[in-house]
């Protein structure tokens, strides 16, 4: 049996997406690379600042032992070369210069390269020529200790070995012999380097894509399920919260799992009176407006961040404010039932009105309440009495369970 494409196709990883040779990619993408190259080698900077420094400070303690004439001239060099390691090490340590990280890990191997050139042109000693192995070193630091970017790296590095050639090569400096074997030695360390952090950054950059593909797919999945969830929760027609949505919101306020300190809710429970006679008279493409248009008079009076709007029913709908007094929430339905008679709403399959209006039914959340459905449940009872009392008015159930109308 053969499988739906659809079905076992997977996501791109960005592990199929091919770099160029020269690893270089879009402006923006690259700019987000070379932070992230950057925060890899911040990381690691104090560990390769205690090597080099470590590596420097044997050197002075061979050449004490061995010629300790030799330390009195190469120490300031070596010290330099100490300081300028932590300083990188700093920068790397703080955020706000992180910026710089790379420039000062290319001062740095620069500086390492060209002491050790002159201590090795200026000391006049059997063994001087092996001060030229700080060439080698500063490439180390530049490919394998404290890594910049490739093709910065490519550049330094081919700086650093046409200084050695000048140097070594130059006349009345180094035996031929033994400036040829200081720049191979440093060329083939140079090109195992470049080479091995070509692949390094390679693989580098194939992982920062992996991750930036996978962080949009998450975006677009994060996306994608407040759109589910807000079809899920949504009403549709008004706008409003559907019944579904109510009930999770309400359950939030009421167990202290919402967003916002809530310390109570009040409800408002309110029907389009006579509705089934407007869509009689007026028709359901009618009755769709009116739906609409009443709905969102409560939806624009709700200013609280934790209060909401949904449709309940048919023509039900149920506000709820969070952290308002029965009074206040009385004033709210007052006004809210005027401004939806003051909509002008023709009605004249109503008994009440010639325009549509409300009946509103009040009820706040007792200390401690969590039930969702005994709350509704008061406020229907309101909502009951405000019918019973003729409509087109507001009713509310008191602190001590009584029902009454405005």
């Known amino acids: 049996m053969t ?4 079905r076992t ?75 300028l390691a932590v300083a990188t090490a700093v920068v790397a340590h703080r955020p706000d210069l992180r910026r710089w990280l790379h420039p000062m890990i ?26 030229f192995l700080q060439t080698p070193l500063a490439i180390l630091v530049l490919g394998v200790l404290l890594r910049v970017p490739f093709l910065a790296s490519a550049l330094s590095t081919s700086l650093i070995l046409a200084l050695q050639a000048l140097c070594t090569l130059a006349p009345n400096t180094l035996p031929l012999s033994q400036a040829l074997t200081l720049l191979l030695f440093s060329l083939a360390t140079g090109t195992m380097s470049l080479f091995g952090q070509y692949i390094y950054e390679r693989l580098l950059r194939s992982h920062f894509l992996s991750e930036h593909v996978l962080y949009q797919h998450r975006a677009e999945l994060h996306s994608a399920n407040r759109v589910l969830e807000s079809q899920a929760t949504g009403d549709g ?68 961040e934790a ?59 007792l200390p401690g309440e969590k039930d969702v459905l005994a709350l509704i449940k008061r406020a229907d009872e309101a909502l009951y009495q405000a019918k019973g009392a003729g409509r087109n008015c507001v009713a509310f159930m008191d602190e001590l369970q009584r029902v009454q109308a405005l």
């Open 3 to 6: 499988q739906d494409p659809q």
């Open 9 to 83: 196709s997977t996501l791109p990883s960005g592990s199929d997406i091919r770099l160029p040779w020269h690893l270089r990619l879009p402006a923006p993408l690259e700019r987000e690379f070379v932070d992230y190259f950057r925060g890899n080698v911040a990381r690691i900077t104090p560990w390769a600042t205690i090597t080099l420094v470590s590596i420097l400070a044997l050197a002075v303690i061979l050449e004490l032992s061995v010629e300790p004439d030799l330390v009195a001239l190469t120490w300031r060099p070596r010290l330099f070369c100490i300081m």
């Open 106 to 131: 290319i001062l740095l191997a620069f500086a390492v390269a060209i002491t050790g050139m002159w201590m090795g042109l200026s000391i006049d000693h059997p063994q001087a020529f092996l001060l």
């Open 237 to 304: 027609l008004t706008g409003c919260l559907n019944r579904r949505g109510m009930e999770s919101r309400l359950n939030d306020a009421l167990h202290g799992r919402s967003r916002h300190a809530i310390d109570n809710v009040t409800v408002l429970l309110f029907d389009i009176d006579f509705f089934k006679q407007y869509n009689d008279t007026y028709g359901h493409l009618a009755g769709d407006e009116c739906l609409k248009s009443v709905a969102g008079i409560p939806r624009g009076m709700a200013q609280g």
């Open 307 to 365: 209060d909401f709007v949904a449709r309940y029913g048919g023509e039900e709908f149920l506000v709820a404010l969070a952290n308002t007094s029965l009074k206040d929430a009385l004033v709210f339905a007052e006004r809210m039932r005027t401004r939806i008679e003051q909509l002008g709403l023709p009605h004249a399959g109503s008994r009440v009105s010639q325009v549509v209006t409300i009946s509103v039914g009040v009820a706040s959340s």
